[in-house]
C-alpha cells in the first residue's frame, strides 16, 4: 500500500495516480509528463498567434532582391555609360579624323 499526499490540497491518496480531491497527479513522473504536454501545446499556441516565419524570411527575401536589383540597376547604368562614353568618344575620334 502506498500512501501520497497531494502537493496540490494535501489530501492523502493510497494507491493513485491521481489526486482523488481535486485530480492533480500524484506520481512526479507523470506531473513531469503532464507539464511537458502542456509546455508543448503553449508553445504550439504561441506559435499560432506568431506570424508565420516565412513572412519574415520573405520580407528579409525581397530585401535582398531590391538591393541585387539595385546593383544591376546601378552597375548596367555604370556600363551603359561607359558604352555611351566610349561611343561619343568614336563619334568624336570619327569626326576628329
Ligand atoms: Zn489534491
Same mark, same amino acid.
Given at each position: 500500500?502506498?500512501?501520497?499526499q497531494?502537493?496540490?490540497? *494535501?489530501v492523502? /491518496? #493510497? /494507491?493513485?495516480?491521481a489526486?482523488k480531491?481535486? *485530480? !492533480?497527479?500524484?506520481?512526479? #513522473?507523470k ?6 504536454i !502542456?509546455e508543448? &501545446?503553449q508553445r504550439?499556441?504561441t +506559435?499560432k /498567434? #506568431? ?5 519574415e524570411n520573405l520580407?528579409? &527575401? #525581397? %530585401? %535582398?532582391?531590391?538591393?541585387v536589383? *539595385?546593383?544591376i %540597376?546601378?552597375?548596367?547604368?555604370t556600363?551603359?555609360s561607359?558604352?555611351g562614353?566610349?561611343? +561619343? ?6 569626326a576628329? *579624323?
Amino acid at each position: 500500500m502506498r500512501t501520497v499526499q497531494c502537493i496540490a490540497c *494535501g489530501v492523502y /491518496n #493510497k /494507491n493513485r495516480e491521481a489526486c482523488k480531491n481535486c *485530480g !492533480t497527479l500524484l506520481s512526479y #513522473k507523470k506531473r513531469q509528463e503532464q507539464r511537458a504536454i !502542456t509546455e508543448r &501545446h503553449q508553445r504550439i499556441e504561441t +506559435a499560432k /498567434n #506568431k506570424p508565420p516565419s516565412y513572412i519574415e524570411n520573405l520580407k528579409n &527575401h #525581397k %530585401l %535582398l532582391i531590391f538591393r541585387v536589383f *539595385g546593383w544591376i %540597376l546601378y552597375s548596367g547604368f555604370t556600363v551603359v555609360s561607359a558604352i555611351g562614353a566610349f561611343i +561619343a568618344w568614336l563619334v568624336f575620334a570619327i569626326a576628329a *579624323g
